[in-house]
């Protein structure tokens, strides 16, 4: 370190595993187990103590023979428009939500935070912070995702009772209450329906509706946590305000410890 440089007070030191996950690295779990399995490397020497703190100005930290510096964080909610993959690499996928990435953004390693399958559209939130997006995927969490679902016929409310209670799928066992209403009634007896999840099973709503026999006409991710999609329009990346993110990492139960 050169002469004068500042040197931190031990109380600025931070556990190595939420470095990682702040440059970007994985979840803060995923990292724990990176540097348990000595992939990590702090001013040449082989992390074993997950519990250790690095001092972020000085310390030289390497994962998987890659130095790491750290970056600012980040939180973007796009407008997936429907017939993109939710993936940043796919080569059979065609058009996937990489395209949509303003090249002024592609520094910031942006990941996507959980998914939308290719048919549906709306919000979706990408991010640097790895331990934010462990947060908000993970059902331990709870945080709510809501979607706008339109159908081809209007549910009767039994069916109403199951899916508020947990409907059960097969190989999948009963799943988490979902909140629901019915937001809209069109033609040819078509309805609109606001769900509300706190978990994230592959494909949950498309299975649930077509378990019960009807035919899932559009679906829309329109809120995550207290995130809306509002007037962000389809194919729109827009950053969130510190306001935002902080409301988010509250939704998650996250701190700065």
């Known amino acids: 370190m ?93 058009l996937t939500i990489t395209q949509l990435i303003p090249p002024k953004y592609k520094s910031l390693v942006l990941k996507p935070v959980g998914r939308l399958d290719r048919e549906s559209e709306g919000l979706m939130l990408l991010t640097n912070d790895g331990q934010l997006a462990y947060r908000l995927t993970h059902p331990r969490f709870s945080v709510p995702k809501v979607y706008n679902v339109k159908l081809d016929k209007v549910p009767e409310e039994k069916i109403l009772g199951v899916l508020r209670k947990g409907p059960y799928l097969p190989d999948e066992g009963t799943l988490r209450p979902m909140g629901v209403r019915i937001i809209g009634r069109g033609v040819n007896a078509a309805s609109e329906l606001e769900l509300t999840l706190r978990e994230g099973r592959k494909h949950e709503i498309r299975r649930v509706f077509e378990m019960f026999g009807f035919r899932v006409l559009k679906l829309q991710r329109v809120a995550i946590g207290p995130i809306k999609l509002g007037q962000i329009k389809k194919g729109q990346m827009v950053k969130l305000s510190d306001a935002q993110i902080k409301r988010l990492n509250e939704a998650c139960g996250l701190d700065d410890g």
């Open 2 to 94: 050169s002469v004068g440089a500042r040197m931190p007070p031990e109380s600025e030191k931070i556990k190595i595993a939420k470095y990682l996950a702040e440059c970007g690295v994985a979840s803060r779990r995923r990292c724990e187990e990176l540097v348990t399995m000595g992939k990590v490397r702090v001013n040449g020497r082989t992390m074993a103590n997950v519990a250790e703190r690095i001092d972020p100005y000085t310390d030289v930290v390497e994962c998987s023979g890659k130095r790491l510096r750290p970056m600012q964080k980040a939180v973007f909610a796009l407008n997936k428009p429907r017939g993109y993959v939710s993936t940043l690499s796919d080569p059979h996928a065609g």
